[in-house]
């Protein structure tokens, strides 16, 4: 399968700092990526549509300027919590189409844990 | 928009049983229909999909069924194994926009 890598795997800030967390698709192109939050033993929740070259797309109750994201290759996205604070403590998952055999399949990244103190 | 159920929450089941994992979906322009695994501390892992024109699909210990009519959908996993235990997740989608059940974590007792 494609394979998608996020860094860093793990994140520990201060209140009001912003933390920025990258998304890569290793061997193939995505022109969409998607970014997910999700909470202890919750499910996925989609935060945000990442189109190369364009604005991303938010989910209803996401602040855009709270969550900025770039999508400036093929291969990278990235997703900056700006003055972050303990609420937004979470595991922050991208995704990425790939051709594959569906042309919807999503292959996640291993995630980023942040915390913020 | 899609609104995906899953059932159960929780599943436990001894070593070499089986386990069935179902899901809902609102949705009927739906016609992606993925399972993913989810271990602890990981990202989820896509391990089987069907599309709407398929009514089943197997790899191995792991089959997905879909109803189209009723829209529902199942994850079958045979002869389970301790290192089946995770979280599943089952998903809908439509043209991209893909939504998620709650997942279902499943134990594999030894």
């Known amino acids: 399968g494609a394979v998608v890598s996020q860094h860093p795997s793990w994140v520990i800030c201060k209140s009001g700092t912003s933390v920025k967390i990258e998304c890569r698709s290793l061997?193939?192109?995505?022109?969409?990526m998607f970014w997910y939050r999700q909470f202890p033993k919750q499910s996925l929740m989609l935060m945000a549509t990442s189109n190369e070259g364009s604005k991303a797309t938010y989910e209803q109750g996401v602040e855009k300027d709270k969550f900025l994201i770039n999508h400036a290759s093929l291969t990278l996205s990235t997703l900056t919590v700006t003055s972050a604070h303990p609420e937004d403590s979470s595991f922050y998952i991208c995704?990425?189409?790939?051709?594959?055999?569906?042309?919807?399949?999503?292959?996640f990244g291993p995630g980023t844990r942040l915390l913020v103190l | 928009g899609e609104n995906v159920e899953q059932h159960p929450s929780t599943l436990s089941v001894q070593e070499g049983d089986s386990a069935v994992i179902k899901c809902t979906y609102s949705?009927?322009?739906?016609?992606?229909f993925p399972w993913y695994k989810q271990e602890l501390g990981k990202g989820p892992q896509l391990i089987i999909d069907?599309?709407?024109?398929?009514g089943e699909k197997k790899d191995q210990r792991i089959a997905v069924t879909l109803n189209k009519t009723a829209k529902h959908f199942s994850l079958h996993i045979t002869e389970t194994q301790p290192e089946d235990s995770a979280v599943y997740f089952c998903?809908?989608?439509?043209?991209?926009?893909?939504?998620f059940g709650a997942g279902t974590r499943l134990t594999v007792k030894p």
């Open positions: 995704s990425a189409f790939s051709g594959g055999e569906y042309q919807e399949t999503q292959y």
């Open positions: 998903a809908a989608s439509r043209a991209g926009d893909m939504r």
């Open positions: 949705d009927s322009a739906s016609n992606y």
């Open positions: 061997d193939f192109q995505a022109t969409t």
């Open positions: 069907i599309r709407s024109n398929v």
